[in-house]
């Protein structure tokens, strides 16, 4: 807002109306310009600097701060009761004139330098809530008292890494278990064969993952030191400038920096540079475009042409309409000057060509900036921020010389990015009678000086003397790590480090652990049972004879190797294939693999919860249909309603009056657009159609947040937070009447015979998820007329809007057709009851506690009733790409999906229609509104007798069944075939999520593409994010991201079958292979009375779980049972998968027969066949056991791929050639005889021929499914 001077700025008339009701006030014609305010004698204004100031309500504080200063002064308590018409506490007055009535002495007792340096550094001490009030104040008397700005993403440092990793790593169960294993062969009694067999695979294991540990976090270190040393520029004073360099930095960079300096010298600021992590509260930050913004800071001024939006005639046009007025009109009467002022406003609006307003829009001004925050929200729309309208206008010397005259209240540091509270105030130099009085005192000071009367004048001195309080909200700051989008801010570091709120958003989410990883868990619990179990056995097959417990002991070392400490390693690994290949699919390019160890999980989904907008539908909006109670345009007559406004637009304004002719029209003395929307005209009780028509695109194009942005190539870009609001502006520009220029006081519309309406912006409310709405009060320029738009849900306005016979029937119309509505209306306001509302508003903004309630009450008692309706809008959103078709495959695939949307209960329903969500001819039952736990029950009662239903419920009648029939609802609910949940928040839509996990014990899948969808995909087994138009939130926070739904087809039916499916049979190849070794090793001690003595030892024990069978069993990750075509043209076979059938207790008993068959077979027929020598025994049996997995492994391949014959062939060549040099294994005169091999081969014949049989039988016999369809 323009607080220059400028009578039509809305805190100047509401303090004027203020004024007036007093008797203070000019009259309405009465100049307010700077020009008049200087003719005011100095005294007048500085008189009487230690008056008291009137205390008023508005501003109560809750907290306490005390004062705190380093040279012994005495400390004063802010008291955060009373709030005196500062803004401040009570008590800050009276301390803080305390303060300057000793200034003076403080000075000459300090070596600083001159008081005058802005400095925001926190003074006071910290208390419980954190709150913090900002004053400026001497750098020498402060005390930081909050966080250092610095960056720390690292989870270790020099002295924790080790300690911290090893840590996590034994603190399971099986790593703890292989660590006491290799420390046991430091006892001689538990030794057996060499340490390195035991500690090797154990150490390999924890360098890997201690390896990419210090990789991980030395990577963060170095983003840390980057972030933290970024440069960044100071304001200071000049006089303290020398001091600051030359206590920082090294020589060289203080010798630049003095370099710098002296390129400053003779102004009273200067710039240095310091890096990030130097940053304080209170400093005075100068950013520049691209720039990171290094801490939360208050946004003071921006600077540079294109800092802001590049809107607007607005404060030019107010600025040489005010200097017309105040030369050729200052001492008229009101009417013959509102008369004037008026004519002028319509001529020079009129005439204004289109490229003179474009370039006039350029030069900017406004004192906003637009702030990028992926980084922080995920969000990709450019978010505009406005700087404290009494520091926008001054210089950056004025700034580092406000000393004590202006403090900042903070509250506490909280999490929510959308929320700040705060006020800035601004007093009034008591010492300087000379200077000039606050801005927005000054304001009234212009209009006063030309009243009479010695008691006026007295009552403007004592208001000259109240301190100036800005409500700050979260427009006014700038959070850490957003980048300032365009042109230059300075800013005021309110938070830092650790209290920022990028910081405290930063959070780790629950670790989610998959449903094939807990299976496999439990088999080696029973795996762990089963060692314990042989090793007691054998001993008690001995008698417990001698140390018993010594050889149970020495048993378990032998038999460690049924727990396979590589399982891990090679599950790990093959997880991290299949996130490769997922990333690398060309179908679905651009997904993200963002938790590497869920792939699996993808093969077990049973229920699919996924939102609606931009997840089934497209999130780019149209609008279809626009409806006005007797009249309705569709898609195709837009045509019409743009002929409609042509027509108003120059009935309005005639064609003389846009050749330059400045006669106004006659019923309307001069009135444009908004003055004659809607009056009667010549008695008429109803307004033609083009009126109304014009009224309706008119609320459109004004009633919005969206900002014009101008690209370098002259394009023009719309930036806002919702493409609904684009998609609305873009429609309005379609039937003739653009946007062409914003910023935070102003707009202009452009109609398309050249016509430029230009309209003040008084006050904007926001929408919000609660509220529904969003509103604006504008004021039209050329007549001074003001209009309250307002748009929103038809639940909400539908309370608001003035009572109506169509609304509700239209919407339900419109929501069956699947058009998203939304309710336009607006309120013509007088000045008094503008003003009424206005200081009621105002008053409630200073609040810190209960702010928002206090401005929506606000809101609500001023305007939000009987507001004229004016239409309805349907908008239409249309579906993905292939949603049909994906919806039906996953259905098919015994996928029960649910819609959880924020959406009517009518759009909804007919989405999922739509869709395909609902199965042809499947009976749709509609809950709405339950009111009591009886209807409830009705409810429950009936969907028992129709479980075939597609449940279309919202979500008061979902909560209510929550919260009064939980499980019995879940447990119907999750029989349905489909859910439709309308209406829901998004902590609803986490509930659900939670709700079906913990009574189904199923895997749950949910997809969504926006901020509000975090919450529900982080309460998922599975997460999926949708890169939208809202941004990449959801994306950001998922466990997989894709670029659309219908990817989630070859996501789970392709990449998740396969991914669980390799998996499977990896993990049981790997426990197999440890089984059928162990099993040798019991056999041999049974045979050798139960001695526990190893078999093998040394490098066999190291080659056999590494380079003999590593390769070729881990080629098993690129194995497939199916082709993907198959897979996607019968999606029946996903059935199967969720029920967990390739890893089973059924499967690992298979696997444990075979084990105990294939490993007593090679150890007997090795004994029978050589029973000369022991060396023979370990060649022959050895060789036997290698050759036996590989054959193995081969049997196990459905699909062979290129890398799996090579492993096998080279595993092969390496035992072969790897013989040679173990002669202390292996007689290179025994292994090269035919007896030998002869031998061994008939021993691989016996243990796996037998096994190749049954199985060809038993898939001829009992096929699986798959085998079906591949031939």
Same mark, same amino acid.
């Given at each position: 807002?323009d607080?220059?001077?400028?009578?039509?700025?809305?805190?100047?008339?509401?303090?004027?109306?203020?004024?007036?009701?007093?008797?203070?006030a000019?009259?309405?014609?009465?100049?307010?310009?700077?020009?008049?305010?200087?003719?005011?004698?100095?005294?007048f204004r500085?008189?009487?600097?230690?008056?008291?100031?009137?205390n008023?309500?508005?501003?109560?504080?809750?907290?306490?701060?005390?004062?705190?200063?380093?040279?012994?002064?005495?400390?004063?308590?802010?008291?955060?009761?009373?709030?005196?018409?500062?803004?401040?506490?009570?008590?800050?007055?009276?301390?803080?004139a305390?303060?300057?009535?000793k200034?003076?002495?403080?000075?000459?007792?300090?070596?600083?330098?001159?008081?005058?340096?802005?400095?925001?550094?926190?003074?006071? &001490?910290?208390?419980?809530? %954190?709150? #913090?009030?900002?004053? /400026? !104040? @001497?750098? =020498?008397?402060i005390?930081? *008292?909050?966080? +250092?700005?610095?960056?720390?993403n690292?989870?270790?440092?020099?002295?924790?890494f080790?300690?911290?990793?090893?840590?996590?790593q034994?603190?399971?169960?099986?790593?703890?278990?292989?660590?006491?294993?290799?420390?046991?062969?430091?006892?001689p009694?538990?030794?057996i064969?060499?340490?390195?067999?035991?500690?090797?695979?154990?150490?390999?294991?924890?360098?890997?993952?201690?390896?990419?540990?210090?990789?991980?976090?030395?990577?963060?270190?170095?983003?840390?030191?980057?972030?933290?040393?970024?440069?960044?520029?100071?304001?200071?004073?000049?006089?303290?400038?020398?001091?600051?360099?030359? &206590?920082?930095?090294?020589? %060289?960079? #203080?010798?630049?920096? /003095? !370099? @710098?300096? =002296?390129?400053?010298?003779? *102004?009273?600021? +200067?710039?240095?540079?310091?890096p990030?992590?130097?940053?304080?509260?209170?400093?005075?930050?100068?950013?520049?475009?691209?720039?990171?913004?290094?801490?939360?800071?208050?946004?003071?001024?921006?600077t540079?042409?294109d800092?802001?939006?590049?809107?607007?005639?607005?404060?030019?046009a107010?600025a040489?309409?005010?200097?017309?007025?105040?030369l050729?009109?200052?001492d008229?009467?009101?009417?013959?000057?509102?008369?004037?002022?008026?004519?002028?406003?319509?001529?020079r609006?009129?005439?204004?060509?289109?490229?003179?307003?474009?370039?006039?829009v350029?030069?900017?001004?406004?004192g906003?900036?637009?702030?990028?925050?992926?980084?922080?929200?995920?969000?990709?729309?450019?978010?505009?921020?406005?700087?404290?309208?009494?520091?926008?206008?001054?210089?950056?010397?004025?700034?580092?010389?406000?000393?004590?005259?202006?403090?900042?209240?903070?509250?506490?540091?909280?999490?929510?990015?959308?929320?700040?509270?705060?006020?800035?105030?601004?007093?009034?130099?008591?010492?300087?009678?000379?200077a000039?009085?606050?801005?927005?005192?000054?304001?009234?000071?212009?209009?006063?000086?030309e009243?009479?009367?010695?008691?006026?004048?007295?009552?403007v001195?004592?208001?000259?003397?109240?301190?100036?309080?800005?409500?700050?909200?979260?427009?006014?700051?700038?959070?850490?790590?957003?980048?300032?989008?365009?042109?230059?801010?300075?800013?005021?570091?309110?938070?830092?480090?650790?209290?920022t709120?990028?910081?405290?958003?930063?959070?780790?989410?629950?670790?989610?652990?998959?449903l094939?990883?807990?299976?496999?868990?439990?088999?080696?619990?029973?795996l762990?049972?089963?060692?314990?179990?042989l090793?007691?056995?054998l001993?008690?097959?001995?008698?417990?004879?001698?140390?018993?417990?010594?050889?149970?002991?020495?048993?378990?070392i032998?038999?460690?190797s049924?727990?396979?400490?590589?399982?891990?390693?090679?599950l790990?690994?093959?997880?991290?294939?299949?996130?490769?290949?997922?990333?690398?699919?060309?179908?679905?390019?651009?997904?993200?693999?963002?938790?590497?160890?869920?792939?699996e999980e993808?093969?077990r989904?049973?229920?699919?919860?996924?939102?609606?907008?931009?997840?089934?539908?497209?999130?780019?909006?149209?609008?279809?249909?626009l409806?006005?109670g007797?009249?309705?345009?569709?898609?195709?007559?837009?045509?019409?309603?743009?002929t409609?406004?042509?027509?108003?637009?120059?009935?309005?304004?005639?064609?003389?009056?846009?050749?330059?002719a400045?006669?106004?029209?006659?019923?309307?003395?001069?009135?444009?657009?908004?003055?004659?929307?809607?009056?009667?005209?010549?008695?008429r009780?109803?307004r033609?159609?083009?009126?109304?028509?014009?009224?309706?695109?008119?609320?459109?194009?004004?009633?919005h947040?969206?900002?014009?942005?101008?690209?370098?190539?002259?394009?023009?870009?719309?930036?806002?937070?919702?493409?609904?609001?684009?998609?609305?502006?873009?429609?309005?520009?379609?039937?003739?009447?653009?946007?062409?220029?914003?910023d935070?006081?102003?707009?202009?519309?452009?109609?398309?015979?050249?016509?430029?309406?230009?309209?003040?912006?008084?006050?904007?409310?926001?929408?919000?998820?609660?509220?529904?709405?969003?509103g604006?009060?504008?004021?039209?320029?050329?007549?001074?007329?003001l209009?309250?738009?307002?748009?929103?849900?038809?639940?909400?306005?539908?309370?608001?809007?003035?009572?109506?016979?169509?609304?509700?029937?239209?919407?339900?119309?419109?929501?069956?057709?699947?058009?998203?509505?939304?309710?336009?209306?607006?309120k013509?306001?007088?000045?008094?009851?503008?003003?009424?509302?206005?200081?009621?508003?105002?008053?409630?903004?200073i609040?810190?506690?209960?702010?928002?309630?206090?401005?929506?009450?606000?809101?609500?008692?001023?305007?939000?009733?009987?507001?004229?309706?004016?239409?309805?809008?349907?908008?239409?959103d249309?579906?993905?790409?292939?949603?049909?078709?994906?919806?039906?495959?996953?259905?098919?695939?015994?996928?029960?999906?649910?819609?959880?949307?924020?959406?009517?209960?009518?759009?909804?329903?007919?989405?999922?229609?739509?869709?395909?969500?609902?199965?042809?001819n499947?009976?749709?039952?509609?809950?709405?509104?339950?009111?009591?736990?009886?209807?409830?029950?009705?409810?429950?009662?009936?969907?028992?007798?129709?479980?075939?239903?597609?449940?279309?419920?919202?979500?008061?009648?979902?909560?209510?069944?929550?919260?009064?029939?939980?499980?019995?609802?879940?447990?119907?609910?999750?029989?349905?075939?489909?859910?439709?949940?309308?209406?829901?928040?998004?902590?609803?839509?986490?509930?659900?999520?939670?709700?079906?996990?913990?009574?189904?014990?199923?895997?749950?899948?949910?997809?969504?593409?926006?901020g509000?969808?975090?919450?529900?995909?982080?309460?998922?087994?599975?997460?999926?994010?949708?890169?939208?138009?809202?941004?990449?939130?959801?994306?950001?926070?998922?466990?997989?991201?894709?670029?659309?739904?219908?990817?989630?087809?070859?996501?789970?039916?392709?990449?998740?079958?396969?991914?669980?499916?390799?998996?499977?049979k990896l993990?049981?190849?790997?426990?197999?292979?440890?089984?059928?070794?162990?099993?040798?090793?019991?056999?041999?001690?049974?045979?050798?009375?139960?001695?526990?003595?190893?078999?093998?030892?040394g490098?066999?024990?190291?080659?056999?779980?590494?380079?003999?069978?590593?390769?070729?069993?881990?080629s098993?990750?690129?194995?497939?049972?199916?082709?993907?075509?198959?897979?996607?043209?019968?999606?029946?076979?996903?059935?199967?998968?969720?029920?967990g059938?390739?890893?089973?207790?059924?499967?690992?008993?298979?696997?444990?027969?075979?084990?105990?068959?294939?490993?007593?077979?090679?150890?007997?027929?090795?004994?029978?066949?050589?029973e000369?020598?022991?060396?023979?025994?370990?060649?022959?049996?050895?060789?036997?056991?290698?050759l036996?997995?590989?054959?193995?492994?081969?049997?196990?391949?459905?699909t062979?791929?290129?890398?799996?014959?090579?492993?096998?062939?080279?595993?092969?060549?390496?035992?072969?050639?790897?013989?040679?040099?173990?002669?202390?294994?292996?007689?290179?005169?025994?292994?090269?005889?035919?007896?030998?091999?002869?031998?061994?081969?008939?021993?691989?014949?016996?243990?796996?021929?037998p096994?190749?049989?049954?199985?060809?039988?038993?898939?001829?016999?009992?096929?699986?499914?798959?085998?079906?369809?591949?031939?």
């Amino acid at each position: 807002m323009d607080r220059a001077g400028n009578s039509d700025t809305p805190d100047h008339y509401s303090d004027t109306v203020l004024l007036r009701q007093v008797g203070m006030a000019p009259p309405p014609g009465a100049s307010s310009s700077s020009s008049s305010r200087d003719a005011a004698p100095a005294g007048f204004r500085a008189r009487n600097s230690r008056s008291s100031r009137p205390n008023s309500s508005e501003n109560q504080y809750e907290h306490q701060r005390l004062l705190d200063t380093d040279d012994g002064d005495e400390e004063h308590a802010w008291g955060m009761g009373d709030a005196g018409a500062s803004g401040r506490p009570a008590g800050v007055d009276a301390a803080w004139a305390k303060g300057k009535g000793k200034g003076k002495a403080s000075q000459a007792r300090s070596p600083a330098p001159s008081s005058g340096w802005l400095c925001f550094r926190g003074r006071g &001490r910290e208390v419980k809530d %954190a709150s #913090r009030s900002i004053t /400026f !104040a @001497d750098p =020498e008397r402060i005390r930081a *008292r909050y966080p +250092a700005n610095v960056v720390r993403n690292q989870k270790y440092n020099v002295a924790t890494f080790l300690p911290i990793v090893l840590y996590e790593q034994f603190k399971f169960f099986f790593n703890l278990y292989f660590l006491l294993v290799a420390l046991s062969q430091f006892i001689p009694a538990l030794k057996i064969g060499f340490i390195a067999t035991y500690i090797a695979p154990l150490a390999f294991v924890l360098c890997v993952t201690i390896g990419k540990e210090a990789f991980d976090d030395y990577t963060r270190f170095k983003r840390d030191v980057e972030s933290n040393s970024a440069p960044y520029k100071l304001l200071v004073p000049a006089s303290a400038a020398a001091a600051i360099i030359s &206590r920082s930095g090294s020589s %060289a960079g #203080r010798k630049r920096a /003095f !370099a @710098d300096l =002296e390129e400053q010298q003779g *102004r009273g600021s +200067a710039m240095i540079t310091v890096p990030s992590s130097r940053l304080k509260v209170g400093d005075l930050v100068f950013l520049e475009k691209n720039q990171r913004v290094p801490a939360d800071m208050v946004l003071l001024r921006t600077t540079g042409g294109d800092s802001e939006a590049p809107a607007s005639t607005g404060e030019q046009a107010r600025a040489e309409e005010q200097a017309i007025f105040v030369l050729d009109d200052e001492d008229e009467p009101e009417s013959t000057r509102t008369s004037k002022e008026r004519k002028h406003s319509i001529s020079r609006s009129q005439t204004t060509a289109p490229a003179e307003e474009d370039e006039k829009v350029e030069q900017g001004g406004s004192g906003t900036c637009f702030v990028r925050t992926d980084q922080l929200d995920g969000e990709t729309d450019w978010k505009l921020r406005v700087a404290v309208d009494v520091t926008q206008q001054m210089s950056e010397d004025e700034l580092v010389q406000l000393g004590q005259r202006a403090s900042i209240f903070a509250g506490p540091p909280i999490k929510d990015i959308h929320t700040f509270l705060g006020n800035f105030t601004l007093h009034p130099d008591l010492d300087n009678p000379s200077a000039p009085p606050t801005p927005a005192v000054g304001d009234l000071l212009g209009g006063a000086t030309e009243f009479s009367g010695q008691r006026q004048s007295e009552n403007v001195i004592a208001l000259s003397q109240q301190p100036h309080v800005v409500p700050l909200t979260a427009e006014n700051v700038l959070w850490a790590n957003t980048v300032l989008a365009a042109g230059n801010a300075i800013g005021c570091v309110v938070y830092t480090g650790k209290e920022t709120r990028a910081v405290m958003n930063t959070s780790h989410p629950e670790t989610k652990v998959g449903l094939l990883d807990l299976e496999i868990n439990r088999l080696s619990k029973i795996l762990c049972a089963v060692t314990f179990a042989l090793s007691v056995g054998l001993v008690a097959l001995n008698g417990f004879r001698g140390e018993w417990w010594v050889y149970i002991f020495r048993f378990l070392i032998l038999f460690s190797s049924i727990i396979p400490i590589s399982l891990r390693v090679n599950l790990d690994m093959g997880k991290t294939v299949y996130a490769r290949q997922i990333m690398s699919d060309d179908e679905i390019p651009g997904t993200i693999v963002r938790t590497s160890t869920l792939p699996e999980e993808l093969g077990r989904i049973e229920y699919l919860l996924s939102d609606k907008t931009g997840t089934l539908t497209q999130n780019e909006m149209e609008l279809k249909k626009l409806h006005m109670g007797t009249m309705s345009y569709s898609w195709d007559s837009m045509d019409e309603v743009a002929t409609q406004l042509s027509i108003a637009i120059a009935e309005q304004f005639g064609a003389e009056s846009r050749d330059g002719a400045r006669s106004p029209p006659p019923l309307q003395g001069g009135n444009a657009l908004l003055a004659t929307a809607g009056a009667v005209i010549g008695g008429r009780g109803r307004r033609d159609m083009s009126s109304r028509v014009k009224d309706v695109v008119l609320a459109l194009a004004l009633c919005h947040n969206v900002t014009p942005i101008k690209n370098d190539d002259g394009s023009v870009t719309y930036q806002a937070s919702s493409p609904d609001e684009v998609a609305i502006v873009r429609w309005t520009e379609s039937v003739g009447l653009a946007l062409i220029a914003r910023d935070r006081t102003s707009m202009s519309l452009r109609a398309n015979d050249g016509t430029v309406l230009s309209f003040d912006i008084l006050e904007v409310f926001p929408f919000t998820s609660e509220s529904k709405r969003m509103g604006i009060v504008i004021r039209e320029r050329s007549t001074g007329e003001l209009m309250f738009y307002q748009k929103g849900a038809d639940v909400v306005m539908a309370r608001i809007v003035a009572q109506n016979d169509w609304l509700e029937e239209e919407c339900g119309n419109m929501a069956r057709e699947g058009l998203r509505t939304l309710v336009v209306a607006r309120k013509r306001l007088t000045e008094q009851s503008y003003g009424a509302f206005e200081r009621a508003y105002k008053a409630a903004r200073i609040q810190v506690d209960n702010r928002n309630e206090a401005m929506a009450n606000a809101v609500s008692e001023h305007l939000e009733h009987q507001l004229e309706l004016l239409g309805l809008t349907g908008v239409e959103d249309k579906l993905q790409e292939d949603v049909k078709t994906t919806l039906e495959l996953l259905r098919n695939a015994g996928i029960k999906v649910w819609m959880l949307t924020g959406d009517k209960i009518e759009t909804a329903t007919c989405i999922a229609i739509s869709s395909k969500l609902v199965a042809r001819n499947q009976y749709v039952h509609q809950v709405a509104k339950l009111k009591t736990i009886e209807a409830a029950q009705d409810t429950i009662d009936f969907l028992r007798s129709k479980l075939d239903c597609c449940l279309v419920i919202d979500g008061e009648s979902l909560q209510l069944c929550l919260d009064h029939y939980q499980t019995a609802f879940i447990e119907l609910a999750t029989q349905l075939s489909a859910v439709v949940a309308c209406r829901c928040s998004p902590t609803q839509k986490a509930d659900v999520a939670k709700l079906i996990r913990a009574y189904t014990k199923k895997r749950v899948c949910c997809i969504g593409d926006g901020g509000n969808d975090v919450s529900m995909i982080q309460a998922a087994d599975v997460g999926i994010g949708i890169v939208g138009k809202e941004g990449k939130q959801a994306s950001l926070a998922a466990d997989f991201s894709i670029n659309q739904f219908s990817f989630l087809t070859k996501l789970l039916v392709w990449h998740g079958r396969n991914s669980y499916k390799r998996s499977a049979k990896l993990a049981q190849f790997v426990i197999h292979r440890g089984l059928i070794i162990s099993i040798i090793q019991a056999v041999f001690s049974a045979i050798f009375y139960f001695a526990p003595i190893a078999l093998y030892q040394g490098w066999l024990m190291v080659g056999y779980a590494t380079i003999y069978t590593m390769a070729p069993v881990f080629s098993l990750v690129l194995d497939r049972d199916v082709s993907e075509d198959l897979a996607l043209l019968y999606p029946e076979l996903y059935k199967e998968l969720t029920m967990g059938r390739s890893l089973s207790a059924k499967t690992f008993t298979e696997w444990l027969m075979i084990s105990i068959y294939q490993g007593g077979a090679i150890m007997i027929l090795s004994l029978l066949l050589f029973e000369n020598e022991f060396l023979n025994i370990v060649s022959i049996s050895f060789t036997a056991l290698v050759l036996n997995e590989l054959i193995m492994v081969a049997l196990e391949i459905t699909t062979w791929h290129i890398y799996m014959f090579v492993s096998e062939i080279v595993t092969l060549f390496f035992y072969c050639i790897s013989i040679a040099f173990l002669p202390e294994f292996f007689d290179l005169n025994f292994v090269l005889t035919t007896r030998f091999i002869w031998k061994t081969v008939v021993i691989v014949a016996v243990s796996s021929f037998p096994l190749y049989i049954i199985r060809e039988v038993k898939a001829r016999l009992s096929p699986p499914s798959y085998s079906k369809l591949a031939h």
